[in-house]
């Protein structure tokens, strides 16, 4: 099947949409059923003690806040952020898309920016060490490197420990929506002292979420997939996920999962298949990373000449040119990512100045903007499938089991299409960078239709530093609340909750469930053609 035939019929298998979709209608089968409301003995105060206390215990750096890192950065959140669902609801279902954890260097900006800065300061080296004890480029004389070549790419140790503190932040937020966990687990039983296994029948929604009285309603739910690309970060990262949300026996041998509760699912980066999930710009021949390069030049060309003249002054023998003003702050955000316990001397206000700093985020903010923002044609079509099929996945959370339409053959494992029979809740997806850019944009947010490569815009709505930070995601949750007929759909950037211009009437600024369903046909008619978005110019 085609990459077009796959979204035309809703079916990327990579998220198992099912549809009785013709040509480009989203239609999801079966009545909208939602949980029951809530029962007399919720306590709202206990989810706030634990969103706070899950806010300090895993408190996020704040990096890219002061500095503008763009995508280099660890993770934070957004500002506005606030996991805490309006009064009276609870979440009932959500999907994330989360870029993969820190990496020592993304190849092309090592190749590009990194490695000739480095390079030019290991030549000279000598000079550095004789510069004065003030010179702010002293330091420079005896500083490693902390990237080797084949380190590029790679996840970070602090990385993996980001991912797995990020998968004990969803457990204590989303647990409700998670096999509990105690199934699976070994313990002794009976007289005799033998080992059995405490699972004696299915995760019902009953068995944790009835606790907060969201749903009575009794469904298996057995097994929790997490779906990932198939490069080595994105499979790592995930990986540290699940050994952070789940318990040992649940994480199976190399944090794969158990195969029975919890499944890793990779998703190859270059299937046609499964093109429209996960890495959908590796399957567009349309997009390039040399987009953008020309106005990004314009505004380094622009803020750049005051830096490098100080730079120049403090060591000439180095020889710094404009783009090494690009590597040296890149150099700040990897080196913090890599070091962790201590600031990089690159991000130091001695070196660069805080609207210097504004400005490299603005100069990553006009690059995205061309390669995966609102400046790129075939943005909203990379982005729609995603939102396509978990905004299926989420209306149909509590429907019973009905078949699924599917493309290409089947991942092992598992045999069986992702979530064939509504075996879950939470819908968690790893992948890269241009990922949570190209969604943004399919859903209409943070529009900013053009950007200014000669002059900083403060006022911009475009913000790639509180969108893309290692770890950074975008999540659709379904909201169940209180007395209302309806549940309603919000999406977290980051943890800020977000407003679809079309649709915010609902509880906290989220979108009641049918008019988010119709928003998403309305959309995914706009941007079905993919292959022909993905066309060469």
Known sequence: ?????????????????????????????????????????????????????????????????????????????????????????????????????????????????????????????????????????????????????????????????????????????????????????????????????????????????????????????????????SSERDIESSKAWIRGAFPNHQEGDDGEGDGKFVSLVKVPNKSSDWASSLTPHKLCPAFTKEVGKPEAQIWLETYGPEPLKRLQEWAPEVGFELNDIIGLQMLCGYESVILKSRSSRFCSSELFTEYEFRSFGYWNDIKYHYQVGYGARFAPHLGMPWVNVSTHNLIAAFQGPHPHLTSGSKLPPPSAPPDEEHTQLLFPYFSHREEPAVVLVALGLWNTTTIDPHRLDHDRAWHTS????????????????????????????????????????????????????????ERQELYIDFEGACKKD
Not at 472 to 480: D, F, K, M, V
Not at 502 to 521: F, I, K, M, N, T
């Open 1 to 229: 099947m085609s990459v077009r035939a796959a979204i035309v019929n809703g079916a990327p298998s990579a998220m198992n949409m099912d549809s009785t979709a013709t040509g480009s209608q989203l239609r999801f089968s079966g009545h909208h059923n939602r949980p029951q409301p809530f029962n007399p003995l919720e306590r709202e105060s206990i989810r706030s003690i634990f969103i706070s206390m899950v806010l300090r215990t895993y408190k996020i750096d704040t990096l890219s806040r002061d500095t503008d890192m763009s995508g280099i950065s660890p993770y934070h959140d957004a500002p506005g952020a606030n996991l805490e669902p309006p009064e009276g609801c609870k979440v009932s279902a959500a999907a994330f898309l989360i870029r993969h954890s820190a990496i020592y260097a993304n190849d092309d900006e090592w190749d590009d920016f990194m490695k000739p800065t480095v390079d030019k300061i290991y030549a000279a080296r000598k000079s550095l060490r004789a510069l004065d004890h003030k010179n702010p480029l002293r330091f420079l004389g005896k500083w490693k490197v902390p990237i080797e070549e084949n380190q590029v790419e790679m996840l970070t140790e602090p990385g993996r420990k980001d991912a797995f503190g990020l998968g004990k932040r969803m457990r204590y937020l989303y647990g409700p929506l998670m096999p509990p966990k105690h199934y699976g687990k070994k313990e002794k039983s009976g007289s005799k002292g033998k080992k059995g296994d405490k699972v004696e029948e299915p995760f019902k929604v009953s068995s944790s979420l009835a606790r907060e009285g969201i749903s009575p309603l009794i469904r298996p739910l057995t097994r929790q997939q997490i779906f990932t690309a």
């Open 466 to 521: 509180h969108l893309l930070p290692f770890l950074g995601h975008i999540a659709l949750e379904r909201l169940s609340c209180k007395g209302d007929d309806t549940d309603y759909m919000r999406i977290l950037v980051n943890g800020a909750p977000q407003k679809v211009p079309a649709c915010h009437h609902g509880r906290g600024g989220s979108c009641p469930l049918d008019e988010w369903a119709e928003y998403v046909q």
